[in-house]
């Protein structure tokens, strides 16, 4: 089998280190363990799906495949792992993302997740990676209950993923954590979190073409200027409750007979489109025009009923991937979030909090990591008949801390080589003369 000779998993791994090595380590210079070492440790550790910073112990001492597969010289316990990162800026992690994203782009990968117009969908969502009553760090946002005045510390980030209504593959950009910005007392939320991630998409990558897709909370003028600003084309959920002015507007429009409508059955479903340009978004902004787009499925159980606003002139002949791109938005919450929390990666698991930055910076990694598996998901032949061949992701992850436990290897490559074609199992070579019987 030929693997991809820049996107296979041993070079994406390298691609990761090299990008850890640049990261400026915090600390003073007589350190034992490299800034380089502790993050490849808690890289290999959430990608080897250990559910707890213990169990990723248990595999620390003698075990040569983390000095092999990932590189890491000196691996830090679990007491070293979370002083050093804690100290660790997670906007310094970034980059790494834009590299393997790169990669992706220099070996073609990402060609066929173009959706329409030469641009990418970008499902962009916030979710939450931590909560707890007791504790908490200086950029933990917080929320008391009005009734019995208890706090709840918590920490959420703005997820943003190239995603394409075709493919169960996603391609998470970096993250933009939703915490307490330096010298603020308020929480940060998801509206201002946005603005950053967003300038930030655009100096990382100037000349992408994009087609962002949002849920309701999104359509408003401020955030759609901002969409604007940063020439982002947008599918934005829309929902009669928020947008009463619209709605109105555009039901006395097809009384009129200005908006165009599209009816067609496949099988036993039936699918209608009413749509109109150039609709003013609300009473507020009149000067924001939009265009408008409602879609009905009915079978004969049940009706399913969306709308949108975007930027991109409706026709009779694009209103059918104008819907396939909006409802493409569940990826970042199906394909993502929850991949992230029930399928091996324990998301939402405390791996440690931290004074400073630790919840944030395993995060971050973890997001990582889900990157580099989607990658090889999408690119490596090797990964995928491994994957077909094992059922389930489940299946793959524990084979592969299965075999790091029990055999030596020099790559990743060579672990998911041995599950693909077996491998021969000696006998345990006895190493000391047994005890008297």
């Not at 993923?161 to 970096?174: F, G, S």
């Not at 975007?310 to 026709?315: A, H």
Request: hydrophobic share 35%; charged share 25%; glycine share 6%.
């Amino acid at each position: 089998m030929k693997l991809r000779k820049h996107l296979n998993v041993d070079v994406l791994f390298s691609l990761v280190h090299s990008g850890f090595e640049k990261i400026k380590d915090h600390r003073a210079e007589n350190t034992k363990i490299s800034l380089t070492d502790a993050l490849m440790s808690a890289f290999a550790m959430f990608s080897l799906k250990d559910p707890s910073l213990l169990a990723f112990e248990e595999r620390r001492s003698g075990d040569t495949n983390l000095k092999t597969v990932y590189n890491i010289n000196t691996i830090p316990c679990d007491t070293q792992m979370r002083t050093i990162l804690d100290g660790v800026d997670p906007g310094d992690i970034e980059p790494i993302f834009s590299d393997v994203f790169r990669q992706l782009q220099r070996g073609k990968a990402l060609e066929k997740m173009v959706f329409m117009n030469g641009c990418y969908l970008l499902s962009v969502d916030g979710t939450g990676h931590f909560s707890s009553n007791a504790i908490h760090c200086n950029s933990c946002s917080m929320k008391t209950n009005s009734k019995t005045g208890e706090i709840t510390y918590y920490h959420q980030m703005l997820g943003a993923a190239i995603v394409h209504p075709d493919y169960k593959e996603v391609i998470p950009l970096a993250p933009e954590p939703i915490i307490k910005q330096d010298g603020e007392t308020k929480n940060d939320c998801e509206r201002n979190a946005s603005k950053r991630f967003f300038d930030k998409l655009r100096k990382d990558h100037p000349h992408l073409r994009l087609i962002v897709v949002e849920d309701g909370l999104s359509s408003n003028a401020p955030h759609i200027h901002e969409l604007e600003k940063h020439h982002l084309h947008y599918i934005l959920g829309v929902k009669e409750g928020d947008h009463s002015f619209l709605f109105d507007y555009v039901e006395s429009a097809a009384k009129k007979g200005l908006t165009t409508e599209i009816e067609y059955e496949e099988e036993d479903t039936v699918c209608k489109f009413r749509f109109i340009n150039q609709a003013p978004l609300n009473a507020s902004n009149p000067d924001v025009l939009v265009n408008f787009l409602e879609y009905w499925e009915t079978t004969p159980k049940k009706t399913l009923y969306f709308s949108w606003v975007t930027d991109i002139p409706i026709t009779e002949e694009n209103t059918s991937e104008i819907m396939r791109g909006g409802r493409a938005r569940w990826k970042i919450e199906n394909e993502t979030f929850n991949t992230l929390k029930n399928q091996g990666y324990n998301f939402e698991h405390n791996y440690g909090h931290g004074n400073e930055n630790l919840s944030v910076v395993f995060a971050m990694l973890m997001v990582l990591v889900f990157l580099v598996d989607q990658a090889q998901q999408l690119a490596c032949q090797l990964f995928q008949s491994v994957w077909k061949k094992l059922g389930s992701k489940r299946s793959l992850w524990e084979k592969i801390r299965s075999l790091f436990f029990g055999f030596k290897f020099a790559s990743m490559k060579d672990i998911l080589i041995a599950l693909l074609y077996g491998f021969k199992k000696d006998c345990p070579v006895i190493l000391e003369d047994p005890p008297p019987s």
